[in-house]
Protein backbone atom coordinates (compact mmCIF):
# COMPACT_ATOMS: atom_id res chain seq x y z
CA UNK A 1 0.00 0.00 0.00
CA UNK A 2 1.23 3.58 -1.10
CA UNK A 3 0.74 5.92 1.29
CA UNK A 4 2.20 9.45 1.65
CA UNK A 5 2.40 11.70 4.72
CA UNK A 6 2.21 15.61 4.12
CA UNK A 7 4.79 17.94 6.99
CA UNK A 8 6.15 21.30 7.34
CA UNK A 9 3.31 23.46 6.84
CA UNK A 10 2.78 26.17 9.52
CA UNK A 11 1.28 30.15 9.70
CA UNK A 12 3.95 32.27 9.05
CA UNK A 13 4.63 35.86 7.91
CA UNK A 14 4.30 37.19 4.44
CA UNK A 15 8.33 37.00 3.32
CA UNK A 16 9.28 33.96 5.35
CA UNK A 17 9.68 30.60 3.76
CA UNK A 18 8.51 27.06 4.20
CA UNK A 19 10.00 23.57 3.04
CA UNK A 20 6.99 21.15 2.83
CA UNK A 21 8.10 17.27 2.78
CA UNK A 22 6.27 14.60 1.39
CA UNK A 23 6.99 11.19 2.91
CA UNK A 24 6.48 8.13 0.87
CA UNK A 25 6.10 4.76 1.68
CA UNK A 26 5.05 0.93 0.11
CA UNK A 27 6.91 1.92 -3.32
CA UNK A 28 10.62 2.82 -3.67
CA UNK A 29 11.72 6.26 -5.63
CA UNK A 30 14.95 4.32 -6.90
CA UNK A 31 13.00 1.36 -8.18
CA UNK A 32 11.24 3.90 -10.74
CA UNK A 33 7.97 2.94 -9.68
CA UNK A 34 6.41 6.50 -9.49
CA UNK A 35 6.44 8.44 -13.42
CA UNK A 36 5.92 11.79 -11.82
CA UNK A 37 5.19 13.54 -8.40
CA UNK A 38 3.39 17.02 -7.49
CA UNK A 39 2.01 19.28 -5.27
CA UNK A 40 -1.39 20.76 -5.05
CA UNK A 41 -2.70 22.92 -3.26
CA UNK A 42 -6.63 24.53 -2.16
CA UNK A 43 -7.28 27.84 -0.49
CA UNK A 44 -10.19 28.27 1.61
CA UNK A 45 -13.19 28.44 -0.83
CA UNK A 46 -11.40 27.64 -4.32
CA UNK A 47 -10.20 24.97 -6.68
CA UNK A 48 -7.27 22.83 -6.22
CA UNK A 49 -4.50 23.82 -8.04
CA UNK A 50 -1.87 22.66 -9.69
CA UNK A 51 1.42 24.34 -8.06
CA UNK A 52 4.82 21.94 -9.19
CA UNK A 53 5.84 18.27 -10.37
CA UNK A 54 8.74 16.70 -11.18
CA UNK A 55 9.14 14.04 -13.65
CA UNK A 56 11.20 10.40 -12.52
CA UNK A 57 14.07 12.22 -14.51
CA UNK A 58 14.17 15.57 -13.05
CA UNK A 59 12.18 17.99 -15.49
CA UNK A 60 10.60 20.07 -12.82
CA UNK A 61 7.29 22.10 -13.96
CA UNK A 62 5.79 24.76 -12.10
CA UNK A 63 2.55 27.09 -12.27
CA UNK A 64 3.10 30.30 -12.96
CA UNK A 65 2.07 31.79 -9.66
CA UNK A 66 4.99 30.29 -7.88
CA UNK A 67 7.39 29.52 -10.72
CA UNK A 68 9.82 32.48 -9.58
CA UNK A 69 9.47 31.64 -5.94
CA UNK A 70 9.06 27.72 -5.49
CA UNK A 71 11.66 24.76 -5.74
CA UNK A 72 10.73 21.23 -6.29
CA UNK A 73 12.97 18.36 -5.15
CA UNK A 74 13.10 14.84 -4.02
CA UNK A 75 15.62 12.48 -2.44
CA UNK A 76 15.50 9.26 -3.74
CA UNK A 77 17.22 7.24 -0.53
CA UNK A 78 14.82 9.20 2.04
CA UNK A 79 11.48 8.26 -0.49
CA UNK A 80 10.98 12.06 0.22
CA UNK A 81 9.42 15.08 -1.91
CA UNK A 82 9.64 18.43 -0.59
CA UNK A 83 8.14 22.20 -1.79
CA UNK A 84 10.27 24.80 -1.17
CA UNK A 85 8.56 28.62 -1.44
CA UNK A 86 10.05 31.05 -0.18
CA UNK A 87 8.74 34.97 -0.26
CA UNK A 88 5.58 33.73 0.96
CA UNK A 89 2.17 35.62 0.05
CA UNK A 90 -0.91 35.59 1.69
CA UNK A 91 -2.55 34.58 -0.82
CA UNK A 92 -0.18 31.38 -0.57
CA UNK A 93 -2.23 30.18 2.27
CA UNK A 94 -3.79 26.70 1.30
CA UNK A 95 -3.69 23.27 2.30
CA UNK A 96 -1.39 22.06 0.15
CA UNK A 97 -1.32 18.11 -1.18
CA UNK A 98 1.65 15.81 -2.42
CA UNK A 99 0.52 13.13 -4.75
CA UNK A 100 2.27 10.66 -7.04
CA UNK A 101 1.49 8.66 -10.57
CA UNK A 102 2.67 5.80 -11.08
CA UNK A 103 3.92 4.02 -14.38
CA UNK A 104 -0.03 3.34 -14.79
CA UNK A 105 -0.80 6.84 -14.17
CA UNK A 106 -2.45 5.99 -10.82
CA UNK A 107 -2.40 8.77 -8.34
CA UNK A 108 -1.93 8.51 -4.92
CA UNK A 109 -2.37 11.64 -2.51
CA UNK A 110 -1.37 12.21 0.67
CA UNK A 111 -3.98 14.39 3.18
CA UNK A 112 -1.88 17.74 2.95
CA UNK A 113 -0.89 20.20 5.22
CA UNK A 114 -1.61 23.59 6.38
CA UNK A 115 0.05 26.74 5.24
CA UNK A 116 -1.14 30.01 6.85
CA UNK A 117 0.35 33.71 5.67
CA UNK A 118 -0.47 36.60 7.36
CA UNK A 119 0.79 39.65 6.00
Known amino acids: QVLLVESGGGSVQAGESLRLSCVVS???????????MTWYRRAPGQEREFVAS???????NYAESVKDRCTISRDDAKNTLYLQIDSLKPEDTAVYTC??????????WGRGTLVTVSA
Open 54 to 60: ISSGGRA
Open 99 to 108: GVFDNNNVPY
Open 26 to 36: GASFRLGFFES
